[in-house]
């Protein structure tokens, strides 16, 4: 499914070259590489590292910089920008964001690698009814066709939208069963965030419910499971599964606090980085900052400042290995905007050119904690609501602001009275709870980086290409219709377990069975590996590798 073309969207020489004129382009990949003194192949990058800082408008990346009061890593990188409309509206949901940079496509709300069933955004080409919910491929199953390694890394659950629009394919974001166990058997290397309750049945509310423990599965494909940052840094192996919390990772700000034993987002991508490298023919690896978009949400601005400036230490150890190497290309990117976030609000309207950056910065410097690391701290009669404000920042309360505590009841009262305490006195604005429209800004580096403002998903194509992968191609190869795989065969669907159905396809003494989202194929008791995962579409057709047709014809 295409969109609005490059020629559209501006991605010209001519571009490229005002972008760098403008100072966006401080140096070319070529040159750099040249200054490291490593040759660079023009037509491809050895190792590709996508990232995405989630939810990140880019007020919030400017107070950041501001907050640390020295240069981000991700400024050297600025290259362009990118847009991040959905196939139904101006402003994304994270799950079509993701799919659009990882397979080239646009698609629906809550949809990850699929196309979308409803498309009525203008420039967008409409859905054929027959390619609804179709399963598309990704860079990352891209980079698995040629030989690279893969991971990916999250500081939410890795089962969560955007690293799922990496990994998996299904039209429900929420529904952690098919995602998780998808990328249990799409084969990466390195798998490292939250998410251990998605790995198996349980009582808590994102356990498994189909029964499935996936921990037998990581376990008998050779992971080293981790779960401490001890045990990651420590770990020689070459698949590692790092499972740091059973649902997201603590804020940075709040770690050392509340979960030290907590990876940072650098330390899992230098991890990563070190891994995956040990490959001759090169990696793909995807990193997201989740948190800066969970703090946006609940107009936290320190929460959105600690993982913005956590997320760039990971690109810093991004750049550090892309410039000793010589043949890697880092793209980094916010995937939609967050809350309106502004440097400024109805208090500055006027006075605000005489306002200095102290008035914005200094009450933001006073918190100890995010909002949801001072929560962590209240007492369960709400007996200590001060002291919590006090550990957010907000010492020496106003007779009003003590009004707006003292009638907050519950938690989640507090939280929102603290989040506009803080933001009034640090002069910050907020215009809504939810995502904005805004295009992004796009930083990159090294050989074939994109440079120029882009779709969202021509990042996909770009990355694919880089990588000598043709994604339209390797979609037809991964995911066909079954009918199409086994033609003359008869095939139907065994929901004995409704959980976990299996398709059946029987000609002559023949039978094979293909569970859902797994890759293995079992054709007479015997157990063969496929090139990617069956996928069952909301509408109930299965997908399968056409490789599965090629096993069934050739096995007895």
Do not use: C
Not at 269 to 295: C, H, M, Q, R, Y
């Amino acid at each position: 499914m295409k969109t609005i073309s490059k020629k559209m969207l501006g991605v010209t020489l001519a571009s490229a070259v005002a972008l760098g004129s403008f100072g966006f382009s401080q140096f070319s990949p070529q040159t750099e590489a040249k200054n490291e003194g490593k040759k660079v192949k023009p037509e491809e990058a050895k190792n590709v590292i996508m990232m995405v800082m989630d939810g990140t408008s880019s007020s919030a990346t400017t107070l950041a910089r501001w907050y640390k009061g020295a240069p981000l890593h991700m400024d050297q990188l600025v290259a362009g920008g990118v847009t991040t409309y959905s196939a139904e509206s101006a402003i994304t949901d994270s799950a079509p964001a993701a799919t659009a940079m990882a397979t080239g496509n646009k698609s629906n709300s809550g949809y990850v690698g699929v196309l979308p069933s409803l498309v009525n955004t203008p420039g967008v080409d409409p859905i054929k009814e027959e390619n609804q919910f179709r399963p598309v491929a990704n860079v990352l199953e891209g980079a698995q066709k040629t030989g690279r390694s893969t991971g990916i890394v999250s500081t939410s659950e890795v089962q969560h939208a955007t690293p799922a629009g990496f990994s998996a394919h299904h039209h429900d974001r929420n529904n952690f069963d098919v995602i998780g166990e998808q990328q249990v058997y799409q084969n990466m290397d390195v798998i490292l965030g939250g998410g251990k309750d998605s790995l198996s049945p349980g009582q808590a509310s994102k356990s498994r419910k189909d029964g499935e423990d996936l921990m037998n599965v990581i376990n008998n494909r050779g992971y080293d499971f981790v779960e401490t940052r001890d045990e990651l840094m420590n770990s020689k192996s070459d698949k590692i599964w790092g499972s740091f919390s059973n649902t997201a990772l603590a804020y940075d700000l709040d770690r050392a606090k509340t979960r030290p034993e907590e990876p940072t987002v650098a330390d899992m991508t230098g991890k990563a980085i070190s891994t995956l490298s040990k490959n001759k023919d090169g990696f793909f690896l995807f990193v997201e900052g989740s948190k800066p978009d969970w703090a946006a949400h609940s107009n936290d601005t320190i929460g959105i400042i600690s993982d913005v400036l956590a997320f760039d230490e990971a690109v810093g150890k991004a750049l550090e290995f892309a410039k000793k190497d010589g043949n890697t290309m880092v793209i980094a990117v916010s995937d939609h905007g967050n809350s309106g976030i502004s440097i400024g609000n109805q208090a500055t309207t006027k006075g605000y050119d005489k306002t200095p950056v102290s008035a914005y910065i200094d009450p933001l410097k006073k918190a100890d904690m995010t909002v949801e690391g001072a929560l962590s701290k209240l007492n369960s009669d709400l007996s200590n609501k001060e002291e919590v404000a006090k550990l957010y920042g907000l010492d020496n309360l106003s007779s009003e602001e003590k009004a707006k505590l003292d009638a907050a009841k519950d938690s989640k009262a507090i939280g929102t009275a603290l989040v506009q305490m803080l933001a009034n006195r640090a002069n910050i604005g907020f215009t809504t709870g939810g995502h904005t429209g805004e295009d992004m800004f796009l930083y990159s580096y090294g050989p074939q980086r994109p440079v120029g403002f882009f779709d969202n998903t021509d990042l996909a194509d770009h990355m694919a290409k880089s990588m000598g992968v043709n994604l339209e191609k390797l979609t037809n190869e991964l995911f066909s219709e079954a009918t199409n795989v086994f033609k003359g065969a008869s095939i139907r669907t065994d929901v004995t377990d409704p959980t976990n159905p299996v398709l059946v396809v029987t000609k002559g003494d023949k039978t094979a069975t293909l569970p859902v989202n797994k890759d293995v194929m079992i054709v007479n008791g015997k157990e063969y590996k496929l090139p990617g995962v069956v996928v069952q579409s909301q509408k109930g057709e299965f997908y399968v590798p056409t490789e599965a047709g090629k096993i069934f014809k050739k096995k007895k």
